[in-house]
């Protein structure tokens, strides 16, 4: 078991391109820890620094308390599954995950045990002896978790262990990680581009960008309260609503704008968010979630409310999505592939959406009232976009 610290953790390829910038993150003993971001932030190139597979340009990698920089990946106790796991075809379950220990000359009687084990862990004990081509997704990709476990690592690394799986073996597999994972105590780095996975998995979850660390905290944490508006458009599904709006703030009434409408703030808004203030007279971007919105009604008489079309209904059955036009366009998080959906002038894209009960009916084109739910309004400075 071991703690694992990145101390201002930089990766310059050899090209010259910075994949990761000042990175500074601690992996507690036995926590485990999601990187999550967008395809390309630079997730699988902050793994491989830990892992010892890719150069680390600057900054200090400890496990425990040594420094690791320049030690091999043996000589570091990890043991990395990735995407693409490759189980070898022509050997059987069990020699497979016992692979490892065969390699490293460890007795014939103690590979066995320790399969027996991991199997165990892994409730893969009727397949040990079957190939890799007659097991199902979810099964190959436990063999491959099995031949991480059996080497008894200190730490785990996991990068998109789960993309190849279909939707729902992906949620089985995401319980069977996070038992395994439980039951094991091994401090583990998880990395997924899936913020719901990543919510899901993480005790704490680091959210990064161009190789940025954006925040790192648990998804609860994450959820109410986003340092910034890229991390609160990007956890959260349907994401949060985002609107540049201008803020009035006077002795006795306070009052955003929206498009061209007018929304009172309450006092307890006002006193929430105290440095609000400063921002009197400027623009800023406000957020609310899809969840956060109410139709009126008798319990959300004093909540501000927002005058909207309906642009598309969509009933799944224990919800209804309203996307909606409140006469304003939705603010830019910077998350490149909500940005590529806009660009292709995807209806959805340029809507705000609300999620109802599933006994609720909606029409396109109709004029609805929308409320806010005030302690749930979000506010971030237009410039920068960190968290008002
Ligand atoms: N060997 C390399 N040389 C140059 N650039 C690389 C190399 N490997 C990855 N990159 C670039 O670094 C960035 C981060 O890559 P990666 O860490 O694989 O992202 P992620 O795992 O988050 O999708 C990407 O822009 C990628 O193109
Ligand atoms: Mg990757």
Redesign the pocket.
């Known amino acids: 078991m071991a703690e694992v610290r990145l101390e201002s953790i930089g ?1 310059v ?3 010259g ?1 910075r ?2 910038s000042d990175l500074s993150l601690t992996i507690s003993d036995g926590e485990l820890l999601v990187l999550v ?12 620094m830990i892992a010892g597979l ?1 150069e680390i340009t600057d900054g200090t990698l400890k496990i425990g308390d040594k420094v690791v920089n320049n030690l091999r990946p043996k000589e570091r106790d990890v043991a990395m599954v990735f995407q693409n796991y490759a189980l070898y075809p022509h050997m059987s379950v069990r020699e497979n995950i016992g692979f490892a220990l065969k390699v490293a000359k460890v007795p014939k009687t103690e590979i066995a045990e320790r399969v027996s084990r991991a199997a165990s862990v892994l409730e893969l004990e009727k397949l040990l002896d079957s190939r890799p081509a007659n097991l199902s997704g979810g099964q190959r990709q436990r063999v491959a978790m099995g031949r991480a476990i059996i080497r008894n690592p200190s730490i785990f690394l996991l ?2 262990p789960l993309s190849n799986l279909d939707a729902k073996l992906r949620v089985k597999m995401r319980a069977e990680i996070s038992r395994i994972q439980a039951e094991l105590g091994v401090t583990t780095l998880y ?1 997924t ?1 899936d913020q719901v996975e990543a919510m899901t998995l993480g005790d704490r979850v680091a959210v ?1 960008r161009d ?1 940025l660390l954006q925040q790192v905290d648990t998804p609860q944490v994450l959820y109410d309260t986003p340092a910034n508006l890229f991390v609160a458009g990007f956890i959260g599904s349907p994401p949060m609503n985002l609107w540049q709006a201008g803020v009035t703030i006077g002795e006795t009434t306070a009052s955003v704008r929206i498009g061209e409408q007018s929304v009172e703030l309450e006092a307890e808004t006002v006193a929430r968010v105290p440095d609000l203030a400063e921002f009197s007279g400027r623009e800023v971007v406000i957020g609310i979630r899809p969840e956060d919105l109410a139709i009126g009604g008798v319990d959300n008489q004093e909540w501000p409310a927002l005058s909207a079309t309906v642009g598309l209904v969509e009933p799944l059955g224990s919800e209804i999505l309203v996307h909606f036009d409140p006469g304003a366009p939705l603010a830019a998080t910077g998350d490149p592939d909500m940005e590529d959906l806009s660009a292709e002038g995807d209806v959805l894209a340029e809507l705000a959406v609300a999620k109802f009960g599933p006994r609720e009916s909606f029409a396109i084109s109709e004029k609805i009232e929308l409320r806010m739910d005030p302690a749930r309004l979000h506010f971030f400075d237009a410039e920068g976009g960190n968290a008002i």
């Open positions: 990766k390829y050899p090209n391109f994949a990761v971001g967008p395809s390309g932030c630079g997730k699988s190139t902050a793994m491989r890719e990068d998109e990395v581009h990064i190789g």
